[in-house]
């Protein structure tokens, strides 16, 4: 028995990425941005038992001045930073991360849908054209993730 293509397509998933690049796309005048930098940081891994985790951050964070950060340095670390983990699902191109965990209460109890393309050791992950969380603006966010290593089988 060879399985679904959705079977497949999640199977090609499993592992542990890193995070190349994140552009956002703003659809009314198709302008480009980096939106966490132009080096930004994370991880996203998907395990063969269904859940998922990411952790990722902007490229330019600064450490605290002293051991406990400050109320600003606190704010500016939370604002620059994005983490949630659950569990996962494939429906043709689409991964839904059905969140049970977040660094923002309000992505827990919730799904976050991205359409991805799978290019050998490359992941392109794109939400949903949607209201840009700072701004407001309708665009489509892509990060882009290269895979770190081959899973165990």
Do not use: C
């Not at 198709?30 to 930004?40: D, E, I, K, R, V």
């Not at 952790?55 to 400050?70: E, G, Y």
């Amino acid at each position: 028995m060879s399985g679904s293509a959705d079977d497949k397509a999640r199977a090609r998933l499993i592992g542990t990425w890193t995070l190349v690049a994140a552009v956002r796309e703003e659809v009314p005048s198709g302008q480009s941005t980096h939106f966490l930098g132009a080096q930004p940081r994370g991880y996203l891994t998907y395990s063969p038992e269904g859940r998922m985790l990411a952790l990722i951050t902007h490229a330019d964070r600064k450490a605290p001045a002293a051991a406990r950060a400050s109320a600003a340095e606190a704010e500016a670390l939370f604002r620059s930073m994005v983490s949630y983990g659950g569990t996962f699902t494939v429906a043709g191109d689409v991964v839904t991360h059905h969140v049970d965990i977040s660094w923002n209460q309000s992505f827990t109890g919730g799904d976050q849908r991205r359409q991805f393309v799978l290019d050998g050791d490359r992941l392109i992950l794109s939400t949903p054209q949607s209201p840009d969380p700072v701004d407001g603006k309708p665009s489509v966010r892509r990060m882009t993730w290269q895979r770190v290593g081959r899973p165990q089988v």
